[in-house]
């Protein structure tokens, strides 16, 4: 009898946290039709920080929304944590699009007339967390990504920097499986932008799984693995070995 230790069973952290499976998505220009994603496929590990590359036009951001659920494949299969969400109903979208990500974007979305608190707080509201929790866990956050002290001030009163870490926040309010970001870096400066790709990077060491969409080869250097879209399809995927 052969002495197999584990019965064959994979442990948990094997699994990847993401799947994306010969995913495509074909939009109409009139009657012409538009292949934005020409047969995706990839894996990704829990903790892995991610970039994506590639010219524009070449499905970057429609990846993203496929993963994120504010899309449907034409065809594929997107796994977040083994569940494919990609089946989930449109009704059910909203549900698992807040408890399985966070979205960071590149003018960083956040309401203009709400404190730092309220813009993470508001996107806990929907979970059956009560008010108190709520805001200790945004005060927490908001300490967490180095603007404790800045709770209290309105976006307006912030620096892009500073909105931008506010809004990766607000990502990470509800425990999310991945943060999606897309151009986090497109509208701040050089020495921001450093901050912001640390603070990702610090997130990923500590188990977060990132997927950052850039145009800035200096972010994606400093990510672990860089993927390269053409014309809606992966030209290279190359990861730099080990973690740093
Ligand atoms: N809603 C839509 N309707 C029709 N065509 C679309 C739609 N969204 C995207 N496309 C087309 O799909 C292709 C991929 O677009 P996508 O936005 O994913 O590119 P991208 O890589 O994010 O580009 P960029 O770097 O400019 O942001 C493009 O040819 C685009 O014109
Ligand atoms: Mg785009």
């Known amino acids: 009898m052969s002495n197999n ?5 994979q442990p948990k952290n094997d699994e990847p946290i993401l799947r994306i499976m010969n995913l495509r998505k074909t939009y109409m220009q009139g009657k012409i039709p538009v292949r934005a994603l020409d ?12 970039s994506i ?5 070449s499905g970057k951001s429609t990846l993203l929304s496929m993963i994120g659920l504010l899309d449907k494949p034409t065809e594929g299969s997107v796994f977040i944590d083994g569940v494919e969400i990609s089946r989930a109903k449109e009704s059910e979208a909203p549900k698992v699009r807040r408890e399985k990500i966070g979205f960071v974007f590149q003018h960083f979305n956040l309401l203009s007339t709400l404190s730092a608190m309220e813009n993470v707080d508001i996107a806990m509201r929907f979970t059956g967390v009560p008010k108190n929790k709520r805001r200790e866990r945004a005060f927490e956050l908001l300490t967490r990504v180095g603007l404790g002290d ?7 009163e912030l620096s892009g920097g500073q909105q931008q870490r ?3 926040a607000r990502a990470l309010a509800n425990n999310p499986a991945i943060i999606l970001a897309d151009e986090p870096t497109g509208a701040v400066d050089t020495k ?21 969409v850039t145009h800035d080869m200096d ?7 860089i993927i390269t879209m053409r014309d809606g399809m992966i030209a290279s995927d190359i990861s730099s070995g080990e973690k740093k």
């Open 192 to 212: 921001t932008r450093e901050v912001i790709v640390e603070l990702l990077r610090g997130l990923s060491e500590r188990g977060q799984t990132i997927i950052v």
């Open 39 to 50: 047969g995706v496929s990839f894996d990704v590990k829990k903790g892995e920080f991610l």
């Open 53 to 57: 590359v590639g010219p524009s036009g």
């Open 166 to 168: 506010v809004s990766i």
């Open 5 to 9: 230790e584990n019965n064959g069973k």
């Open 150 to 156: 800045r709770v209290n001030h309105k976006p307006s």
């Open 219 to 225: 972010v994606a250097q400093r990510t672990d693995r």
